[in-house]
């Protein structure tokens, strides 16, 4: 049962590079999206997607970019690393209903210094 | 400021005790959600909650939503070690899913 699956695990970039974090679920979800944790402030939505060719921005999405070209997948890109984006980012998936569960991958540490 | 208020934002109890956390805001919303969340793991989800005044229980977790949909609460009686965890509220808020800042809940042994 791989479920959510994100890559990498753990990643230490320097300001101004870039880098895509992956996402992908084995459930034919339509709805995913990305969040990012930081101490005191829950999990942020920084974007999601109702769908393959459908993304919209969330609560925080400055700095980011995605895309959804195939149900099953839906990358995070930073363009342009800044420390501020220093986090722990978490992907999740649900049914296409609102309401229903979110299921949330491992999660991936990025350190921008 | 937050859609989703938490409180307490920490605590830390005996094996045994019990401790009710909130889940407040000024908004209201047509279901909420609890996780629970773990070290180095994405959020579980728990329970969610649809009608105003509802009640459930979830062996020693008992969740409340408020009458006016606008709170939700959880209760946890004689609580264990394997309770510890980050416990998160959510619910819809348009097309966005929303999450208050968490309770993080250590049980000492």
């Known amino acids: 049962n791989a479920g959510v699956t994100q890559t990498p695990k753990f990643q230490v970039l320097k300001t101004g590079q870039s880098m895509t974090l992956q996402c992908a679920q084995d459930?034919?979800?339509?709805?995913m999206s990305w969040y990012r944790q930081d101490p005191g402030m829950g999990l942020r939505l920084i974007h999601y997607s109702v769908g393959a060719g459908i993304t919209d921005q969330g609560e925080v999405p400055n700095g980011y970019n995605v895309s959804r070209s195939t149900t099953e997948d839906f990358p995070l890109r930073l363009l342009s690393a800044a420390p501020s984006q220093t986090s722990v980012y978490f992907c999740a998936s649900r049914p296409g209903l609102p309401g229903g569960e979110l299921f949330f991958g491992e999660g991936s540490r990025l350190t921008v210094l | 400021t937050q859609l989703l208020e938490q409180s307490p934002q920490f605590l830390s109890i005996q094996e045994g005790e019990n401790l009710t956390v909130y889940c407040n805001s000024s908004?209201?919303?047509?279901?909420l959600q609890w996780y629970r969340q773990e070290p180095g793991e994405g959020p579980v989800l728990l329970v969610t909650?649809?009608?105003?005044?509802e009640v459930k229980k979830l062996k020693r977790l008992t969740f409340q939503f408020g009458d006016a949909r606008k709170d939700s609460s959880l209760h946890i009686t004689a609580a264990q070690p394997g309770d510890t965890g980050l416990y998160l509220c959510?619910?819809?808020?348009?097309?966005?899913?929303?999450f208050g800042p968490g309770t993080r809940l250590s049980v000492l042994p």
């Open positions: 908004s209201v919303f047509s279901s």
């Open positions: 959510g619910g819809n808020y348009g097309q966005n899913f929303v």
């Open positions: 909650v649809v009608t105003g005044g």
């Open positions: 459930m034919n979800h339509e709805y």
